[in-house]
């Protein structure tokens, strides 16, 4: 059995934008995020690569703002400055945002990790670059109302009085916008109104004559906005293998390969076949393969070549290239011209042998099929999305077990591609194993059985 470790263990699965540096797969389908724009229910927005001007405090642990930049955790995000950023922060090195607020953070050198703290002195004006590729949808309108902002004397203040109502709900955390009213000006708590007309505190003193004030929740408000997807181009990246990235003819992505790396699986693909090239800086091209994408499982005489339907491959692994550090590798998806491809998984990692599969692997899925049956016997089906699983008794050597029960105990909760074997594809696993054991029943060899789930 073999694990493909990925560029970036975390869970979710992330790339950052430094490590695809271009792709041909569109990225364009929806409207992007504004704090400004009024939504509909139902409405879908789009947050890509967002950057930004930040700062930071010379604190244990450091705290970077990011006014209404709204990151999930575990964003990655880099930075660079005019000045000098604080030490314990380095331009062009990749963290993870630990978040706080919709515009204050901590940051980690791995996600999930231990918050950095800084010191020195800092100068001249940083700049944030966020991996953002999201797609949400929201699940309630925007707030439309008619209102001033004062003190409540004519005056410069922070109370919003609301003499009408347009649609939707003002809430705790909406982002304000209309004429005159400041930028990111946010509602920070209710006086008389509890949505509608009547009174509530906002964020900066200011005076704005009666106008239209529109009311934005922030994605990151999980009672007006759901996310639905990843972008189309990230789809071949994301935690889940089921969406698929899609272009018409062709998807040529180029990876900027940090460390080794020696495998890339691409899974849930359709396609006529898949090129990988592998590029030193030194030495060239040193790898440059091309795997067809049809399929000749179930051909087993001349007379099936001729009369079975094409089928295409659904998971297609590259697993010899040579261990080159920081390389860039160009994957070229093709379809034939004016076909669309699909790509659900594109994981490129380092490849580790933890020991022989011994035969009485069992290969299966989990089906979220629903199948539902009325009293006179008529079926109703709904296809969903399935996950494949995998059950495998692997032989290790005695003086590994020690290391892989250290490694399996480190990817308890990681996403990673499990091989079952490389002869059977449907034992390609990207996800989490459910159990392991090891037994030791010899003093040359162990058995380690373990079961898999994939992701969907």
């Known amino acids: 059995m073999d694990i493909i470790r990925s560029l970036i263990p975390a869970s979710p699965f992330i790339y950052a934008d430094t490590h695809l540096t271009s792709s041909t797969a569109t990225e364009t389908e929806y409207t992007a995020y504004s704090t ?19 700062t930071f405090t010379i604190a244990s642990p ?51 990790g231990q918050a950095l703290n ?33 003190n409540g004397a ?97 998807i040529v992505n180029v990876y900027a390969v940090t460390g080794y790396t020696n495998a890339v699986l691409f899974g849930n693909i359709d396609c006529s076949s898949i090129r990988v090239v592998m590029n030193d800086d030194i030495d060239g091209d040193v790898y440059d393969e091309t795997v067809s994408g049809v399929s000749p499982s179930g051909i ?24 080159y550090a920081n390389t860039n590798i160009t994957v070229t998806i093709s379809g034939g011209t004016g076909n669309t491809v699909y790509c659900g998984l594109c994981y490129i990692g380092s490849l580790l042998t933890i020991g022989g599969t011994q035969y009485g692997m ?11 049956q009325d009293d006179w016997g008529n079926y109703s089906i709904t296809e969903r999305a399935y996950s ?18 250290s490694l399996l105990s480190k990817y308890r909760a990681l996403p990673v591609v499990y091989i079952g074997s490389d002869s059977y594809e ?9 159990d392991f054991n090891i037994e030791i029943p010899h003093p040359a060899y162990s058995l380690c059985s373990i079961e898999i789930e994939g992701l969907i």
């Open 388 to 405: 494949r699983k995998m059950t495998a008794l692997v032989r290790v050597e005695n003086s590994y077990v020690g290391a892989l029960h």
């Open 36 to 54: 400004t724009g009024a939504v509909s229910a139902g409405d879908r927005r789009q947050v890509v690569s967002p950057t930004g001007t930040v």
């Open 426 to 434: 449907p034992s390609y696993v990207f996800g989490f194993y459910k």
């Open 362 to 372: 069992t290969l299966g899925i989990t089906d979220y099929s629903v199948k539902s």
């Open 62 to 112: 450091c705290v970077m703002t990011w006014t209404q930049s709204q990151l999930p955790d575990n964003t990655a995000i880099r930075f660079t400055t005019s000045g000098a950023l604080p030490t314990g922060l380095t331009a062009g090195t990749i963290y993870y945002a630990r978040r706080l607020t919709d515009s204050t953070y901590n940051l980690a050198s791995k996600p999930g």
């Open 300 to 323: 087993q005489d001349w007379y099936a070549y001729f009369t079975e339907p094409i089928v295409r491959k659904t998971d297609i692994l590259f697993n010899d290239l040579p261990l």
């Open 154 to 250: 004519g005056g410069s203040g922070t109370i919003l009085n609301v003499s009408a109502v347009t649609s939707g709900t003002l809430a705790i955390g909406m982002i304000l916008s209309g004429t005159g009213v400041t930028a990111n000006t946010t509602i920070t708590a209710l006086g008389t109104g509890t949505g509608g007309t009547g009174t509530y505190t906002v964020s900066v003193s200011q005076n704005v004559a009666s106008t239209t004030i529109t009311g934005c929740a922030p994605v990151t408000n999980e009672t007006y906005w759901g996310r639905v997807d990843s972008t189309n181009r990230w789809r071949m990246h994301d935690s889940s293998s089921a969406s698929q990235t899609t272009n018409v003819t062709s």
């Open 118 to 150: 800084t010191s020195g002195t800092q100068s001249g004006t940083h700049t944030a670059y966020a991996t953002r590729h999201d797609v949400y949808e929201a699940l309630l309108p925007s707030a439309i109302v008619t209102a001033i902002i004062s």
